[in-house]
């Protein structure tokens, strides 16, 4: 399995924007790179997803290495409600098809 | 409207019952899942299911059977529950099963106490 790396922990201030870094120096050609969070006591809830190119979408940002070995999830301007454990999954063919959760980034905004 | 919805929400039982948890979606998807999450908070695929049919089915043990009446129902049924069978248990669904462009959508968890 395409393993990713995030730092356990992070932490930032409300209305400030926010950088979630994952390291995915073993990504194949084909593995598309999956945002996932997990708010308190909720289910995982999909953020975004991308190939090669940078992404946006009304929830977040995801900035893509050229080498595609790290990528980067940015929340503009984190409120209260993004409190949350942040996960980076590379999702492709193969034997990669799952969506496999790793630890994650626990990420705390404080007001 | 819930996207995904389980029940129950909660479930307390003795050692050795048998419970089952419904989950149902509404988005029209065609694969359907059940993940376990346990006190350490690790997210673990247990099965999943494309058109009514078992595509992945994780080192679980026997005791916990899933049944798909429908595209649109997974349901978890566990024989002889045991302590550590205590978790969360999430459903999931999302429009086809292998494509690397795919999302899930989950429900909110079913917290399964074991005593």
């Known amino acids: 399995d395409a393993k990713t790396t995030q730092p356990n922990s992070m932490e930032s201030n409300e209305e400030e924007p926010v950088h979630l870094p994952c390291n995915h120096s073993?990504?194949?050609?084909?593995?598309?790179i999956h945002w996932y969070r997990q708010l308190p006591s909720q289910g995982p809830e999909y953020v975004i997803h991308?190939?090669?190119s940078n992404v946006n979408n009304r929830m977040a940002s995801l900035a893509i290495a050229e080498d595609r070995k790290s990528s980067t999830l940015i929340l503009h301007r984190a409120t209260l409600r993004d409190a949350a454990v942040y996960y980076c999954?590379?999702?492709?063919?193969?034997?990669?098809?799952?969506?496999?959760f790793g630890k994650g980034t626990l990420l705390t905004v404080n007001p | 409207d819930t996207a995904v919805s389980q029940t129950p929400k909660y479930l307390v039982t003795q050692m050795g019952n048998d419970k089952s948890i419904k989950c149902e979606q509404n988005?029209?998807?065609?694969?359907m899942y059940w993940y376990k999450q346990d006190s350490k908070k690790f997210l673990k695929i247990m099965f999943s299911y494309n058109n009514k049919e078992l595509i992945i089915n994780e080192t679980v043990p026997n005791r916990f059977s899933p049944k798909s009446p429908d595209k649109a129902h997974l349901n978890l049924h566990i024989n002889s529950l045991e302590l550590g069978d205590s978790a969360v248990y999430f459903c999931?669904?999302?429009?086809?099963?292998?494509?690397?462009?795919?999302?899930?959508?989950f429900g909110s968890g079913t917290q399964l106490s074991v005593l």
């Open positions: 991308g190939l090669t």
């Open positions: 999931a669904s999302s429009q086809e099963f292998s494509s690397t462009n795919e999302k899930l959508f």
């Open positions: 988005l029209g998807h065609d694969t």
């Open positions: 073993t990504i194949s050609g084909t593995d598309y």
């Open positions: 999954i590379l999702k492709g063919g193969g034997s990669n098809y799952k969506l496999t």
